[in-house]
């Protein structure tokens, strides 16, 4: 008599052998007379050959059972083991491992076919639209394909730069020019969150219509534009044709043909007017503010204004022409800052009251984008204008403005921080803004019509292969100079 113990070593092992494909008409024999003579181990079959069913229901595994057809086929067919016991049907414990061994497989099959289809009804997006055409588009986390002739069911495109062309089951089509922000709802309607699109509405595509935050366009067979943004503001000129504007918030329904056009905000539609040509598309934004203050533009390369960079000593000479560059690391060299100067003569000491400075950040050609983290740049104000008598001929690592040793640093008894810009891990182009209340303060403050400002990359990288910032200074062939846009106060 063998020990429960090994009753159940043998039990387990004669199981793995079955389930496994290696079983012989011996091993059947023993298995049967262990399950027959002992419920504690009928228990145990039991329990083996319901799990193993339940893991062969997984859609992973689908794969490696026989076809279909094959286990269809099989049913019919008796063991082709031979049995010693003579002339003794099939035992029930005999017939449900047939049972669960190949039915188990084929209602799998059955349940994860039948289950899959019904995800696929239900999640399914229908099609409304096609992207058909793309020219020079640069796309911003749209919801739907950006691809080239791709199906668009509901969802959001997002264009950042370029332009667009969707055509709509209905037949509708809407060219898009971004940045803009456009939302599909059905084959005949879609929602202009905010940019400019031009429409082309054929006969069957009658009743067209796009929807903004404060109005409803419908159209009436016909050809228009319409330029919008986020606050509900949006202006629509009528190229041919005839289109309506339901505005909720007043009441008002207007009907727009051929030549006229409309502004409208949240509280209100202006009447229509003919406009033959150059339609204007942001009249909206005169008609809420048609007081305009005046505005500046100033780069580097205008007046007394001048760029130059500098770089720690004991570097090998990495230099560029065009760029403006920068870098800090927890080495003391290869360190290097930027220096802008803005002659600021032009605005005859008015104070500004918004002030914005722009970067155009391109790939400087030293190190590797691949190895560089996310980087955080700051903008210095210098406060002494005794310092502001430099230029770029001269400039050198120890005798820069607000000098300190420090890559990522300046002397801040000279200096004064305006503003800070991230840039993403891996990225080294792409135009950079820094538009705080600080720099427009620093810049109204300015006493002798120059002001100095410093460019560091406050992170800094332990890899020297990592890349080197830079962005376009006076000499790029292409990108603009570092630029000031100022808004001056109302005197």
Not at 36 to 45: F, I, K, S, V
Request: proline letters at 6%; one cysteine or more.
């Amino acid at each position: 008599m063998s020990s429960p113990s090994e009753s159940r070593d043998t039990l387990l092992a004669l199981c793995d052998r079955l389930l496994d494909g290696d079983f012989t008409a011996e091993d059947r024999a023993q298995l049967e007379s262990l399950v027959l003579g002992d419920p504690e181990m009928r228990r145990l079959y039991v329990e083996i050959l319901h799990q193993h069913a339940a893991l062969r229901q997984s859609a992973s595994r689908l794969g490696s059972q026989q076809s279909l057809s094959d286990m269809l086929g099989s049913l019919s067919e008796p063991p082709t083991e031979p049995s010693n016991i003579v002339a003794m049907p099939s035992p029930p414990f005999w017939r449900a491992q047939i049972f669960v061994n190949r039915f188990a497989p084929i209602a799998a099959l059955l349940l994860i076919g039948v289950g899959l289809a019904l995800f696929a009804l239900l999640t399914r997006k229908p099609t409304l639209a096609t992207l058909a055409e793309v020219k020079e588009a640069r796309w911003e986390s749209s919801s739907v394909s950006t691809e080239p002739g791709a199906k668009l069911g509901v969802g959001r495109l997002r264009l950042a730069a370029g332009t667009a062309r969707i055509v709509f089951r209905s037949g509708a089509e809407v060219s898009l020019e971004g940045p803009a922000d456009l939302e599909l709802l059905s084959s005949n309607t879609c929602f202009l969150h905010s940019g400019a699109l031009v429409a082309h509405v054929p006969e069957p595509a009658h009743g067209f219509q796009v929807r903004m935050e404060s109005a409803r366009l419908i159209d009436h067979g016909t050809d228009f534009g319409i330029s919008a943004d986020s606050s509900g503001r949006a202006q629509v000129q009528v190229l041919q044709g005839e289109v309506e504007i339901q505005h909720p918030a007043s009441g008002a329904d207007l009907h727009l043909t051929t030549h006229e056009s409309a502004s409208l905000t949240p509280e209100r539609l202006s009447s229509g007017r003919r406009e033959e040509t150059e339609p204007d598309r942001y009249a909206f934004a005169r008609l809420e503010h048609p007081a305009k203050k005046p505005v500046l533009t100033l780069t580097t390369s205008t007046g007394t204004g001048d760029a130059a960079y500098v770089v720690s000593p004991d570097s090998r000479l990495h230099y560029s022409d065009t760029l403006l560059l920068v870098k800090n690391s927890p080495e003391t060299h290869y360190l290097r800052k930027a220096f802008l100067r803005f002659d600021l003569s032009s605005l005859r000491n008015r104070p500004v009251a918004d002030a914005a400075l722009t970067l155009n950040f391109e790939a400087s050609g030293f190190g590797y984008a691949t190895l560089s983290p996310e980087c955080a740049f700051v903008v210095y104000g210098v406060t002494d204008d005794s310092q502001n008598d430099w230029s770029a001929a001269n400039l050198t690592w120890e005798n820069a403005p607000a000098f300190s040793p420090e890559g990522g640093s300046v002397d801040a008894t000279r200096a004064i921080k305006l503003g800070t810009f991230t840039m993403p891990q891996g990225v080294v182009s792409g135009a950079y803004t820094v538009n705080t209340p600080e720099l427009a303060a620093f810049l109204s403050r300015d006493g002798n019509h120059r002001a100095t400002l410093i460019v560091v990359r406050e992170t800094a990288v332990a890899k020297t292969n990592a890349a080197v910032h830079g962005f376009a200074g006076n000499r790029h062939p292409t990108l603009a100079p570092p630029t000031l846009r100022l808004t001056l106060a109302e005197q």
